[in-house]
């Protein structure tokens, strides 16, 4: 009998510099780090720089600079280069459209020109609880590309209605949601040209042999969507750990509103990274 080594195991962290990162990043982060570590795998630093409208160049160099204050180490980035470069999305358009070809060819989207506003006034079902893209009522599904003419549109990823997208996380346990229901036609390359976040994030992950997804636990209903697109794609699918996301006083999930925590600021009232670790219980549970 053979047996096959299993992959080393390959982790990632993967921050958008839309702002500073805040302690609610650094914690998902750190539980990146510490199952990578623990597993003697490899830890990739991947720059999601894809929207431009919204991330600032200024970002990007405080992200690096914050992420090695913290503790952070990464063998693989945009600023030390690896095996599977580049490691800025802005510089990978090639990898997001040779996915985006494949799914047209699969017949897995179709072109979408309805605007933000004409699906928002078309929603039949409520927003899935911590998910902001409101289920597309399916307006465009029978258009072909050629009745488009020019008149701008986005790529939507066909949902199959009714099926149970099931997954077991490996911090949450097992996850069922049902496309159509719980997720609708999701775009997945948007009509400004640019690739949506579940194409580059699929297309990256597998491109970079990411062997498990370490993630808040806000993006549970995206990891269905994006089982539906490595299906297509013909790609293997990593694990995923979601981890709780990190609460302020009020019960909100911190986001980048929370100046007073960004490890900017906490840095530069002299808290040491230590200091905010102190409490975390992300040291690796017990799980596979
Ligand atoms: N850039 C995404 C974010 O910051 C990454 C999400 C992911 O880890 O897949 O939300």
New binding site residues.
Partial sequence: MTFSTPPKYRGRL???PTGYLHLGHAKTFWAAQSRAKSRAGALILRN?DLDSTRFKMEFVDTMLEDLRWFGFEWSEGPDCGGPFAPYNQSERMDFYRAALEKLRAGNFIYPCTCSRKDIQAAIRAPHAENDEEPIYPGTCRQNQQSEIGNRKFSWRFYVPDGEVISFVDRNCGEQKFVAGKDFGDFIVWRGDGVPA?QLA?VADDAAMRITE?V?GAD?LLSTARQILLYRSLHLPVPDFFHCALMLDDRGRRLAKRHDALSLRALRGQGVSPEELRANWDVSDPARP
């Fill in positions: 993967a921050p958008s999601e976040y994030c997804v993630r993006l």
